[in-house]
């Protein structure tokens, strides 16, 4: 079976369980001891020398970021509406990667990392910074809309989504409110309602929820 | 003719002319007038929501981020050496394309650009972390190198190599020296001497090239 060493409170291992999830992967959350530093331990470093959580480990392969473990098992286990095949499709969502890989990653995430776990940095900077990707992406997600439904890639949900999703729905814990971007709103309850799925402590859930 | 929106002294940039001039696809560069902050323009930011360059133009086609185009152009112009199908060469690139994306644009490329472009932000702070960056760079080639050749993922060239190496070969313009790191030096030397390779302005090219 799957093992994803992580933590509960980490978006980024959410991510990984998100898609396991919508894909019914079975698996088993290994639990990293963060505060005692396992994941700057020998052991943990030969998994991923970066020394970040989420590692996932299916049998002997072992992937390390969580961008890279969304593409692992969405063509791993055949899921290719979640990661199309085709040169633009792929590219596309693979600049949103990278938006989920820095920009979400060094603003959110990190304003949500010095409130919640006491990390260094300059909370205003990252709060300020924040607002103009999120700005970015409520733009983006407008000129997207079609059928009423928008996604990041195209007119269906992708990695891109999932990605990008976690810190951005827990912008909250980093002191950054979402009030005045509806498209992001709308997306959110979007992803909210997909099959399978599930939730993390913290994040608001709200979505009208499909019965 | 595949359209190519960006400057000759950007790392990005060159790493699209890069892969391109390996797979020998026609391109025009267009410059973008940076000090004027064309980059940032309302025709620019239509092109790329993030206002960065590189952009590629290809037909109706556009794609930002130089992670993203270098998986389109290996996907489009069927190079699928530089960019496997499998699920476990996919994943494992796509984690050095995170890291060229995130610790290394963000301690490297930006070193070099407060030297070079007089960009604001501590030195120091991306220095020292620049050495971190390069000693697990330099530690994973170690690892990787089989029949005495060594790259990031497997045991020939990728996209991988072709989106990191820009900024590690530049390191010096950020004044951060790659003394010691000799994984690092003969996987540069490598590149070098890939059939196609193009060098970039302030890039020192010292290969043995093959005749």
Redesign the interface.
């Known amino acids: 079976m799957i093992k994803l060493y992580g933590i509960d409170v980490s978006g980024n291992t959410y991510k990984a369980r998100l898609l396991m999830n919508i894909l019914n992967i079975e698996y088993q959350q290994i639990p990293v001891d963060m505060q005692n530093q396992a994941h700057k331990s020998p052991f943990f470093l030969k998994l991923n020398?970066?020394g970040e959580i989420p590692v996932l480990v299916d049998e002997k392969?072992v992937?390390?970021?969580s961008?890279?473990?969304l593409?692992?098992l969405a063509?791993?286990y055949n899921a290719e509406s979640w990661h199309p095949?085709?040169?633009?499709e792929?590219?596309?969502i693979?600049?949103w990667?990278?938006?989920a890989?820095?920009?979400i990653?060094?603003t959110l995430a990190k304003a949500r990392a010095i409130i919640k776990f006491s990390y260094s940095g300059c909370l205003e900077d990252h709060q300020e910074q924040a607002k103009g990707v999120l700005a970015?992406i409520n733009?983006?997600l407008e000129n997207q809309q079609t059928n009423s439904l928008n996604w990041l890639v195209g007119d269906k949900p992708s990695i891109a989504d999932l990605a990008c999703y976690p810190y951005i729905a827990l912008s909250h814990e980093g002191g950054i409110s979402l009030e005045g971007y509806t498209a992001i709103h709308k997306w959110i309850e979007q992803v909210q309602n997909l099959q399978g799925y599930i939730n993390m402590p913290g994040l608001p859930f709200s979505a009208r929820q499909q019965s």
Do not use: C, F, G
């Not at 095949?85 to 633009?88: G, K, L, P």
């Open positions: 020398p970066r392969t992937i390390w970021d961008q890279a473990i593409i692992y063509r791993k095949d085709n040169a633009i792929m590219a596309k693979s600049q990667l990278s938006v890989n820095n920009e990653a060094n970015m733009q983006h």
